[in-house]
Structures are given as structure tokens and as C-alpha cells.
């Protein structure tokens, strides 16, 4: 049996081979195929191996590889379910942070747009920020793999989860409106060029907006977030 897998980390040629000599060595591998490109890793088993196994085998520091399903037989349905389950967690995080943000403003004893979309905008940067550094270094490497500036940059992937800090706690105090809309704008949407470009291309690539603890796959729900920031930062310049 032959399962395709993406893998983030690698940089260059010797990590390629570090990773092949490695994943080679796993039992019950009888053939390795490793790239740079998506799938990055296409290995032939006479048993299955389980992910888990191969990710222990690659250590727990640059390499994270997750299996891209692309062989795996399954109906319409199950797809459609398998799909829905994974992006879960961002439902719930973006379910969350609106209805805490919409009570806030009723208890204030009324709904004020602008306040509103602040206090979201808040939530989210400061949620999503928490995720990606609880292992900032994989996410920098996730995130490398679409987002146009990481890839020219690298070590803008290190320093992104505290832009995103930085302009939730800007929501938050109400500091420089106009500036952190303007921030949040040219940021999110240099974000949802590199995500539209990857879906474009049909990359199978994991999506680094809730770092790599939850495993979520690249799709139009993260070019929606992306895009709804986005959004909301344009309504706020122009109802300022």
C-alpha cells in the first residue's frame, strides 16, 4: 500500500535526505520517496504505519508530517464528514469569540457595530495568537510553506504570532484606531494572497492559523477568515 503525506520543516536537499533515511528506517517501510514539494513524502508500506509512528520516528522538534488521505478509499459522505469534524475547532473558537464579544455589548445595554467588531477583532488575534506560539517554531515552518512573505522571509514566521498580539491588544485598548486598522489590513491581506495562491494551485497543505497542536487542512474556511478580517478592518476605516 502506498500513502501520500505532507511534510513541513524541510528547507533543503539534506533535509530531504534526513528525512528519507529516517522514515526508511521505520518498519514496515519498504519504499521512501521524499521532496520538497507537496506531497513531500510518498512511502510504499507492507503493513500500515500509523502517522503517530512516523512522527516519532522524524522527532518532535523541525519535522511535522500528516498524512494528505489522498489513497485512502472513502464514499461522498464520509469525505464530507471527515471534512466538516476538521474544521471544528475553528467553528468553535469563532463561535466563541462572537458570542462572549456580543454578550459584552449587551450587557453594556446595547449594540454598538463599531465596538463590537473591536472586541472580535480583539478575540481573534489574541486566540489565534496563543495557538500558533505554543510551538512557535513549527508554525514558522508551516507557515512558510503558503504564506507569500514567509517564504521570502522565514524569520517572518517568528514574528507574526506577536503581530497578531500586538494588534489584538490594540482592539482591545482602542489604541491608534485608524494605524491598527490599517496594519490589520495590509497584514491580513498579504495573508490571503498566499492562501488563495495555495488553493489555486491545490496544494495539500496544512493550515498554520491554529499553529500545529490543531491539525487543520489549508481550504476556503481559512481564506474566509482571512478575508473576513480583512473586511472588517476596511468597515472600520470607513465608519470611523
Not at 8 to 30: D, E, N
Request: glycine share 8%; net charge neutral.
Amino acid at each position: 500500500m502506498t500513502h501520500e503525506y505532507n511534510i513541513t520543516g524541510m528547507t533543503c536537499m539534506g533535509c530531504v535526505s534526513s528525512v528519507k533515511q529516517r522514515l526508511s528506517a521505520v518498519p514496515g517501510i519498504t519504499e521512501a520517496t521524499v521532496s520538497l514539494t507537496a506531497p513531500q513524502g510518498t512511502l510504499t508500506m507492507n503493513k500500515h504505519v500509523p502517522t503517530a509512528i512516523l512522527q516519532e520516528a522524524l522527532g518532535n522538534g523541525k519535522y511535522v508530517i500528516t498524512d494528505t488521505q489522498a489513497t485512502m478509499p472513502v464514499s461522498a459522505a464520509t469525505a464530507t464528514e471527515t471534512k466538516s469534524d476538521s474544521y471544528y475547532p475553528i467553528f468553535l473558537i469563532f463561535g466563541y469569540i462572537a458570542g462572549v464579544t456580543l454578550l459584552a455589548q449587551l450587557a453594556t445595554g446595547g449594540f454598538h457595530l463599531m465596538h463590537w467588531m473591536g472586541s472580535f477583532m480583539a478575540g481573534f488575534f489574541i486566540v489565534f495568537s496563543c495557538f500558533k506560539l505554543l510551538n512557535l517554531q513549527a508554525f514558522a515552518q508551516g507557515y512558510r510553506t503558503y504564506d507569500v512573505v514567509a517564504k521570502a522571509l522565514p524569520g517572518y514566521g517568528y514574528v507574526y504570532p506577536f503581530i497578531e498580539l500586538a494588534l489584538g491588544i490594540a482592539y482591545i485598548t482602542e489604541f491608534a484606531p485608524m494605524a491598527t486598522n490599517i496594519t490589520t489590513l495590509v497584514v491580513m491581506g498579504i495573508s490571503t494572497v498566499g492562501v488563495a495562491q495555495s488553493l489555486a494551485k491545490k496544494n495539500v497543505i496544512q493550515c498554520a492559523c491554529l499553529g500545529t497542536i490543531i491539525k487543520l487542512p489549508l481550504s476556503k474556511v481559512t481564506l474566509f477568515e482571512d478575508m473576513l478580517m480583512v473586511a472588517m478592518s476596511i468597515a472600520m476605516l470607513a465608519l470611523a
